[in-house]
């Protein structure tokens, strides 16, 4: 069938198709590579609740910089791991290194926040995540109440019985969840109210689309996890009209250019101090003052 229909196509495009196959393969060998060396990174992104003044969170980002490629985007090389399979030990290692970075800013006297990790729909179909996760939980000393899980919508369009068990397996354990990129997702809103979760994140396309066509979507939605009890961020905040927006609008967290770039580890430890420097002591806060 190929042959006959699509000969003078496959002919056209074959040069393209195998250097695009060729590269693919060799940055999926290459990232096999860098997992294995511990050559990816985390970068940082800070999260600040909008009525306590105070950062609450840090989003774990992961980066690869290739010696040779240069920077590769998560955009790039996340859809890469998941198709290979190569997102199971990219994943973990993601687990094991926020968690390790976070009791050293502990060490450091600098804690109070919470650290989020993303978490695929394929890592959630690994069985074995619950017990990885306890037992990095357990090897690192982190409380488990300072480690969220960020998931996609897209993960209720699947199974959603065996992901609402796990999902309580993970919650009953004191870790966070949060679903990610909400409103994108297309996903059965039905099962919103029957998982254990914690958190709403809006999508930045709908920040961004404020002033305008943002504006109903983003005060829907903190209504909706309001009512649900979640917590509401938004991420992608870039400017002052967008935060101000929100703030009024009730949004809980903000996250965004707006605030802070993903840092390095270094970066967001500096940042951490600047932030506990300037919140005002309890101490000097009187009692009937809210
Ligand atoms: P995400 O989880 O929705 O993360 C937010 C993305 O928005 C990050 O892109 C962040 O750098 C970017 N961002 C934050 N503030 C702003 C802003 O004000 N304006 C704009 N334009 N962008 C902003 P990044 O780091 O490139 O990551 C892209 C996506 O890759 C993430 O989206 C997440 O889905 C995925 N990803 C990143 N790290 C991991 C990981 O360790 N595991 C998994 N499974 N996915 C990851
Ligand atoms: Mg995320
Ligand atoms: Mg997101
Ligand atoms: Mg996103």
């Known amino acids: 069938q190929a042959k006959r229909n699509g000969r003078n196509a496959f002919e056209l495009f074959r040069p393209e198709m195998n250097q695009r196959n060729e590269h693919r393969l060799r940055l999926r060998a290459e990232l096999h590579k860098a997992i294995e060396q511990g050559a990816l ?9 909008i009525a306590a003044d105070r950062v609450v969170g840090l989003e774990a980002l992961a980066r690869w910089h290739h010696p040779e490629l240069g920077t590769i985007p998560p955009s790039e090389f996340i859809p890469l791991a998941e198709e290979s399979g190569l997102i199971l030990p990219l994943g973990r290692w993601v687990i094991r290194a926020a968690c390790r970075q976070m009791m050293l800013w502990q060490a450091q006297g600098l ?5 989020a990790v993303n978490v695929s729909v394929r890592q ?13 939980l357990t090897a690192s000393g982190l409380a488990p109440e300072r480690l969220e899980l960020e998931i996609t919508e897209s993960l209720l369009l699947e199974n959603a019985e065996a992901h609402i068990a796990l999902l309580q397996r993970l919650h009953a354990r004191g870790i966070r969840l949060s679903i990610d990129d909400f ?3 297309f996903s059965s809103m039905a099962y ?10 809006i999508d930045g396309s709908f920040v961004r689309e404020i002033p305008g066509d943002g504006e109903a979507i983003t005060t829907a939605i903190i209504a909706m996890a309001h009512q649900l009890r979640l917590e509401v961020v938004a991420e992608g905040v870039e400017d002052a009209v967008q935060f101000e927006y ?17 840092l390095t580890p270094d970066q967001a430890g500096d940042f951490l101090r600047r932030d506990v420097a300037s919140a005002v002591p309890a101490s000097a806060v009187a009692p009937a003052a809210h």
């Open 183 to 185: 409103g994108t997702g």
């Open 41 to 49: 990174e985390l970068a940082y992104q800070p999260q600040l609740a």
């Open 111 to 115: 804690d109070g926040f919470r650290v």
């Open 192 to 201: 919103l109210p029957r998982l254990p979760l914690d958190q709403l994140k």
């Open 124 to 136: 959630m179909r690994d069985a074995q995540l619950p017990e990885f996760i306890d037992a990095t």
């Open 246 to 262: 929100l703030r009024q609008a009730g949004c809980d967290v903000l996250q965004g250019y707006l605030l802070s770039r993903p």
